[in-house]
C-alpha cells in the first residue's frame, strides 16, 4: 500500500509484528488455529488501521514527507518497546500452532518437494494481490482511492470524500499487514524488534518491483527471496548482504536509466518468456 | 503588493550579537574544563557535546536539507570502525579518530550519488538499507569478530585522566567546528538553497538552484559530523560492537532531540541535546519504559508541536539568538518578517515564494542583481 497511500509508514513492519502477536496470544490463550485468530484480529486492525489515519497520518498528510516519517517512527518505536516490554525477548513462533502444515509437503518428483506452509503463503499473496488489483481497477470505491491518490482536491470536487477515503486505505493496509505478520510468524519466528527487519525487506521488494504497481511488488518479493537465498548460500551474512546490494544495485540502474524505462523493458520481456 | 516596498535586509540584531558573543565565550570557559572539573562532569559534558553533535547534524539534513534520514547510525558505525581499523594499522588511536571521520566523509561522496536521487521516504528507508548493508560489511572483517567486538586498546597508551581531558577536549573541538561550519553555511547560498530546496525541489530547481550539489553538501557535513560522534563515543566507551554502534536507536535519539528542541532552528537541536540529555541521566536506568517515553514524545511532538519547543518559543516572541536567517525590516514602519523559518503547516508555494526571496536577498547582499 505504500503507492496508493502516498505516504510511507515506518511501523509498518511493527504493526506486522504487533499482529503476529496478537494471534499468537489468541491461538495460545483460547487454543485456537491461528488461522481463526487472525480472523478475529483482522477487524481489529481494520479499525486500528482507521484509527491511526484518523488520528497520525491525517495531520501529517496535510503537512508534507517530513511529519508523517517522524510520528509513524516515533510510533514504530513505541510498539516495538512495548512489545517487548510485554512479551521479553524470548523469539516465538505461530509454527507449533497450525500443526503438521508447518513442515509437511507436496512431493512433486523424487528431488523436488514444496512445502505446504510455502505454497499456501504464495497463493495467498496472489489472491490478496490479484484482489486488490480488482478492487482498486473494477470497483467504484477503487476508482475512488485511485482519484484520492491522484488528486486528493480534485477528488473531493467530483464529490468523493477524500478524509473517509484514505481511512478506508488505511484499514485495508492494515488487514494486509496482519495477513503477512500472521504468515511470517508460521513460517519464522519472531521477536519484538523483528519490525524494522520487516519494514525494509518490503520496502525493498516495493522499489524493486517500482513502486506504485502491485504486480511489480510480487517480482520484487520474488526477486529479493531468491537472491537472499542465493547469497545465503554462499555465506551464512550472504542472505541479507545479497538482498540489500541488490536492492541497491536495482535502485543505480533505475537512476541510470532515469525512469523505470528499463524495468518496464525487462518486466515485457518476463511476460513474454512465460 | 504592487509598488515595491522599501525594506532593509537585517543578519544581526542587538540580541543576536549578545547571544553569540555569550556563546563563544562559553565555549571558551568550557575549553578549561579538565582543569576545573571533576572527573564525573568530564564524563558526562563530553557525552552532551556528543549528543550537541548528532542533534545538530541530523537536524541540519532534515530541518534544513528536508532529508529524512533514519540511517545516519550507518556514519556513526563507520566513524568508530575506521577508527578501530586505522588505530590496528599502528596509527595513533587519537589521529585514527580524525582520519576515521574524514574518510566516512570521502565514502558519503559516492554514497550521495545513488542516495539523493531518493525522495521523501524512499531516501529514509533507503539510508536504513544503507546502515544494514554497512552494518554486515562490518561484520565481515574478521578484526571486528562478528557481533562480539572489539577494544580500541591503542588508547591504553594513555594515561586514564588524560585520556578523559583528550576525549573531553576533542568533543568540544569536533562540537565547536561542526557548529562553527554549520552557521557559516547556513549563512552562506547554499543555507538559503537547501531551504529552497526543502521547501520545493522543483520551484528551488526553477529559480536555478543547483539541487544536487546543494544536497550533496549538507548530506556530506551531516555524514562527517555523525562520523565524528561515532568516533568520539568509541573514544569514550573504548569498546566496538557492531550491533550497538549500528543500532537505529542513534537516529531515534537524533529525531528525538532535534524534534523536542526544533526543527529548522540552529538552536533547536542544543536545546533538545540538552533535554534528552537530563532525561537521559534521570530516567536512562528504567530501561523500555524509556524508550517508550522517547518514541511516544517523538509521535505527539511530530503532531502536535512539529516545530519543537524553540521552534514555538520563536514564533511567540519573535526571538533569534543565533543570525543565520535573513530579517526584512520595513522602513515604512511594517513588522519585520523572517522567512528562513522551517514551517511544515504552511502552504508549499509561499513558503518557496519566502525562500525565493531570501535568496534573491542573498544576491542583492552579495551585490548581484539578478
Known sequence: MFGVMRVINLAHGSIAILAAYVVWSLAEGLEISPFLALLAVMPIMALSGWL???????????SGQLVPLLSTFGL??????????????DTRSLAPNVGDLAFESWNLTDDIAVGQLAVLTFAVAVLLLGGLHLFLGRTTLGCAIRATTE???????????????????????LVTVALAGT?????????????PAQLIFAFEAVVIGGPGSLWGTLWGGIILGVTQNLGSQISPQGFLIAGHVVFLLILTVRLLVNSSDLLRWVGSRLRLSE | MTELAKVAVQRWTPLSVVATCGLVGLVLVLAFGPYYLSAYLTDRLTTLFIYVIMAAMWNALAGYGGLVSVGQQAFFGLGAYAAIRLSFWNVDPYLALILGTLFVGILALPLSLIALHLRGGEFAIGMWVVSEL??????????VNGETGISLIALDAYDAGVRRAYNYWLALAAMTALMALLFLLLRSRVGASVQAIRDSEEAAASLGVRVITNKRIIFVLAAVGCAAAGALWLATLISFQ?????????????????????????EGPIIGAIIFFLIETFFGGSGVWYLVGLGAAALLFSLFLPRGLWGAL?????????PVGYRLRFLDGRPSTEGSAFNPKSDDATTSQ????QISSAEYQGGNAI
Open chain 2, 242 to 266: 557492531p550491533r550497538t554502534y549500528f543500532n537505529v536507536q542513534w537516529t531515534a535519539y537524533m529525531i528525538f532531540m532535534a524534534l523536542v528542541g526544533g526543527l529548522g532552528t540552529y
Open chain 2, 354 to 357: 519566502n525562500t525565493a526571496a
Open chain 1, 183 to 195: 504468515f511470517l510468524g508460521m513460517r519464522a519466528a519472531f521477536d519484538p524488534y523483528a519490525g
Open chain 2, 314 to 322: 520563536q514564533d511567540r516572541f519573535e526571538l533569534r539568538l543565533i
Open chain 1, 151 to 173: 488528486d486528493p482536491d480534485t477528488a473531493e470536487l467530483v464529490g468523493i470524500n477524500s478524509r473517509k477515503v484514505y481511512a478506508i486505505a488505511a484499514a485495508i493496509a
Open chain 1, 52 to 62: 491511526l489515519q484518523r488520528a497520525v497520518l491525517e495531520r501529517g498528510l496535510r
Open chain 1, 76 to 89: 514504530a518505536v513505541v510498539i516495538d518497546n512495548l512489545l517487548f516490554e510485554k512479551y521479553g525477548a
Open chain 2, 134 to 143: 554497512a552494518h554486515l560489511l562490518v561484520n565481515l572483517d574478521p578484526l
